[in-house]
């Protein structure tokens, strides 16, 4: 095999001679493409993401609080929970323009992010900028991003400018890499720690790679991965000391669905697609490496290999926070294109290697905007709905089937937590708003507390009706007990189905995704 000998022979690095040259139509494609990845969050107000409903209501309660219209069912309880950065830097920017759209805002922020530190990256590593803005915009809506994770994501964004800063100081004193490194610990800890970690993880293969010889580079690479560790210690001893916990309980390891969860990473609303990109970017990368065109830096060998072993070792739920492995992938495919170095023969094989990866990311981004613009009018008929609730509604969510989490197709997955939308629009109450203690400083007040579950999703219809008939299981949440008389409204969403409950339901409204109804209480009460 002397092609794959030649592929994976390791390429120095070169000192970084900064420059932005290069071929003007792949510079002027890289340029479209940036463009075009951002313009689904520009052009829908509402992104159809998995948690993106629950996190409206939630900066609208953060940014109400305290004030004449607070929240009658929601207090802020603010502690030092590493997953803060929209619940800190949103509802100042939402008292002036809305939840949505300073939601929005800071999701276009967070995409930005992305592109930009990816290149900063590249750009400090290598001295000029060539794969990351095409890298960033192929999984700019990988799966991750596009089921809501905006701490993670904004927190990713951050963590890659944090990576570029590090390494173009590499060489100044210890003092001034300490204190920035200490600064970015910070901000990426209270951001999401997630992202904190793809830094540290990153950070640290980064300088194990710098060891060559013990002699030589021992003490230097020891000193500089004991620079490392303190602020990192000091942030986990603070929470540990302030909250007790970081994020929920419980760890789950699911070893077999790592194949599957590889190939569906690329897009969350398509796995056809997603594993169609996937196998095409695997090919082309094994082809191009055959040859001896594609190479791969000594660092990139170690933040490549140490990122595979966390995305194998990884549970799939971490301290109780789900997907927790395929956070990893979009990490390791947005740094390693700064270790990567491509050599195509001649100006052609440029330009049709820039434009090929530009269709795939193109096809995914497009697919992406179709979901969410296909979604549109079912917000819009759901917020036209909550014009018919009472003020102060109490309002529960079943699913018309069984409501399975996370359901099979995950395009209908955000229509899980429509409810949540009647916290901004309504001033209610739902169960699903997410209050888990350890990520979200959102509480019910004493009023509603026995009624919340923290996180979840909605329950069965078949589940609802035998609770309103008396059989519910004792290990039942407490909502579900004698649900009629503690809720005013039912909203059932799913495919459409006959009125489960009519000597109790009244129905008020049909939309595509939803039906809205009204609880009549038994008589007497």
Known sequence: MPQAASALRLRPEAKPAFTLAGDRAVILIGAFLIAAALTPTLLVR????????????RMDILARAGGPDASPFYDVAWKFYPNLAIDVLVPPIARLIGPVEALRLFLLLSQILIISGAAALELAVKGRIRLSPFVSCLFLYSLPFTLGFLNFEFGLGLALWALAAMLAVKDRSPLVRFGLHSAFCAALFVSHLFAFGVYG?????????????????????????????????????????????????????????????????????????????????????????????????????????????????????????????VRVLPGAA?????????????????????????LAALANIAFV????????????????????????????????????????????????????LVVPFADGFTPTVFTEPGKQPIRPKECVRSLDVGVGGPVPAARLLAAAEGRVDERAPAFLRDWPEKFDYLYVVGPAKPNPLPSRLDEIMRGRKFVLYRIRKAEGL
């Open 334 to 358: 947005l740094i390693l294109p700064a270790f990567l170095h491509l050599r195509l023969p001649n100006r052609e094989w440029r330009v049709g290697a820039a434009a090929a990866v530009s």
């Open 46 to 57: 509402i992104p159809s993401m998995v948690d993106y409903l629950n996190q409206i209501a």
């Open 201 to 325: 993880a990153a950070l640290g293969l980064y300088e194990l790679s710098q060891f060559r010889n013990w002699r030589q580079d021992g003490a230097r690479v020891f000193l500089r991965l004991a620079m490392l560790a303190p602020p990192a210690i000091a942030l986990f001893a603070i929470v540990f000391v302030s909250v007790g916990t970081i994020g929920g309980q419980g760890n789950l390891w699911l070893f077999s669905t790592k194949a599957l969860v590889f190939f569906n990473s690329l897009n969350a609303y398509s796995y056809e697609i997603s594993g169609l990109l996937v196998a095409l970017l695997i090919a082309g990368t094994v082809m191009l490496a055959m040859k001896g065109a594609l190479m791969l830096s000594r660092p990139g060998v170690f933040i490549a290999v140490g990122f595979a072993a966390l995305f194998l070792l990884l549970p799939s739920r971490l301290f109780g926070t789900s997907f927790a492995d």
């Open 369 to 420: 905007y179709g979901v969410w613009q296909g979604a549109a009018p079912d917000y819009r008929e759901f917020m036209a709905s909550t014009q018919k609730l009472s003020p102060g509604a109490r309002v529960i969510t079943a699913h018309s089937e069984e409501g399975r989490d996370p359901p099979a197709d995950l395009a209908d997955y955000p229509f899980y937590h429509l409810a949540t």
